[in-house]
């Protein structure tokens, strides 16, 4: 039976993301034996979820970066089923599906792979919003770190935009304290990441226990040893090695974070939502996935 799709791209994706190109994918999508395959374009911030939560009973397939795919993510309903085709920078979701890279070949893998079930992590604020993420939420230095990286510095400095936005944040130093909490202790820490899979930024690897269906989340903290983030956690986050064998970490289904008297912002897959206190929840094989 052939399925029909829908393809919800974003024009201004940092590779491969033109319109006439969405048209060529959908044609390889028709070719490889899908139904119906439409293109929709995004044209302003969480355009893509609004798409995502009328395209009924069809393959609902993101086309560009993380950004984009968080804002489909959060537009599915439970039975909708997600493909991918990466046209980002760091592109976390589709590496932690072991998905092709080049949009052309994973375009023939949504023809060709299986449908699975993953875990999605869940972000409350302190006003009741919720909103999805697929691969992690960070606070603290990593969240001022994504502040730091605009579009145009992603545009012309591409992977190398995240390591040296890190390293100026790490020479402002300063950092508010954060307070996690989890099944009534509370944790002192600089930088926080609640991941959902290994890879952050890339192939860079945050947490080496954490993966899209183990039903946890996995915590990974950096304690505050003074006003500058541990030199160490630096060196490794500019060499992209796993934070979680010299941090400490834990799994959790469930956990609140704060920071009293700051302004701390939180990023969700790379993109900043919201502000310090909130709490985060996993959503056990929530999400239906090509891969």
Not at 38 to 46: K, L, Q, S
Not at 88 to 102: D, F, I, M, S, Y
Not at 217 to 236: G, H, N, P, Y
Request: hydrophobic share 40%; net charge neutral.
């Amino acid at each position: 039976m052939q399925m029909d799709a829908v393809i919800i791209g974003n024009p201004n994706s940092g590779r491969g993301g033109d319109r006439e190109r969405l048209k060529r994918y959908a044609e390889i999508l028709r070719s490889g034996g899908l139904g119906d395959v439409e293109v929709w374009n995004t044209e302003r911030p969480d355009h893509a979820t609004e798409l995502a939560t009328v395209a009924d009973d069809r393959i609902v397939i993101a086309a560009g970066g993380d950004g984009t795919v968080n804002e489909v993510v959060n537009g599915l309903s439970q039975e909708a089923t997600l493909g991918i085709i990466p046209l980002g920078t760091a592109n976390v979701l589709a590496r932690e599906l072991g998905l092709p890279l080049e949009p052309e070949e994973a375009c023939e893998r949504i023809v060709s792979g299986k449908a699975g079930r993953i875990d999605v992590g869940v972000a409350t604020d302190h006003k009741g919003r919720e909103r999805r993420f697929a691969c992690m939420a960070g606070m603290g230095f990593d969240a001022h770190v994504i502040q730091e990286v605009t579009p145009r510095l992603k545009r012309y400095l591409k992977v190398l935009a995240f390591p040296l936005a890190a390293f100026k944040v790490y020479l402002e130093g300063d950092l508010p304290t954060l307070h996690v909490v989890h099944e009534g202790k509370t944790y002192r820490a600089q930088l926080a990441i609640v991941a959902n899979g290994q890879y952050y930024g890339g192939d860079f690897r945050t947490a080496d226990d954490a993966a899209l269906t183990t039903g946890s989340l996995e915590v990974v903290l950096v304690e505050q040893v003074s006003k500058l983030l541990r030199a160490d956690v630096l060196t490794k986050i500019l060499a992209k090695k796993p934070l979680d064998r010299s941090m400490h970490s834990f799994a959790a289904g469930e956990l609140r974070a704060r920071s009293p008297g700051a302004q701390v912002p939180v990023q969700l897959d790379g993109e900043i939502w919201g502000r310090l206190p909130m709490n985060f929840r996993i959503d056990p094989a929530a999400l239906k996935v090509i891969r």
